[in-house]
């Protein structure tokens, strides 16, 4: 497989204002974002500068939206590898591609983001026969880590943070942790998410206890089915 058809192209333009976040973790990524536009200034007092980013916790709350948010905000292009996609039937084959995408985000000094990292994880407590190459994988991620310029930005994302092996974990300076959005949350959420519509077409029965991601399809289907409804309509009167 072509290393171009491993990295998923995403064009999208995400502010970080768009992204539902608490307190807490905007304070992180502003300050995450202010490093890398000083980062010569930081440097030149010998201070470091966090590059290995751990964006964890539950699914649909904002991890990609983050990853895509933090690369637009410093003017970087970003590279998306889903490690679920990338996990070869021959192990060697995977570690060559993994580094082939580490040197190139290096290269051009992109954001690179790693999404799903418990596949490996996973793959290491399993009992299959490869578990010895599994290891060996992982390793050979851990190099990578450690050895990736601070230049570059290394966002990684897990739903399962608690099945990844704790070498891996260490190598992290910041993790981020992502929750289920309360009601309160989801109501402001809806109320931006359908702002743009007209007031007819806001009147959506809302759903709590889901994700933001979950929370928009559920939103946008309803105005869509609502539309459709109208535009029928007017085609019947006519």
Known sequence: ??????????????????VFLDK??????????????????LQEYGLPVNNKILLQGSSGCGKTMTAKAVANALGKNIMILNLSNIVSSRIGETSQNIKMIFDKAARE??????????????????DDKDVGEMRRLVNTLIQLIDYYPEHSLLLCATNHPEIIDTALLRRFQLKINYEMPSAEVLDVFYDQLLA?????????????????????DYALTTVKAALIKKLEAKIVEN
Do not use: C, T
Not at 24 to 37: A, C, D, G, S
Not at 109 to 126: H, M, N, P, T, W
Not at 199 to 213: G, H, I, L, P, T
């Open 1 to 18: 497989m072509s290393l171009y058809n491993l990295i998923i192209q995403d064009k999208e333009q995400v502010n970080l204002n768009e």
């Open 24 to 41: 807490n973790n905007k304070e992180h990524l502003v300050q995450l974002i202010k490093e890398h536009n000083y980062i010569k200034q």
């Open 109 to 126: 000094r992109s954001v690179l983001f790693l999404d799903e990292l418990d596949q490996i994880g996973k793959a290491r407590g399993s």
């Open 196 to 216: 743009q519509f007209p007031e007819e077409m806001r009147k959506v029965e809302r759903k709590y206890s889901v994700s933001f991601a979950e929370a928009k």
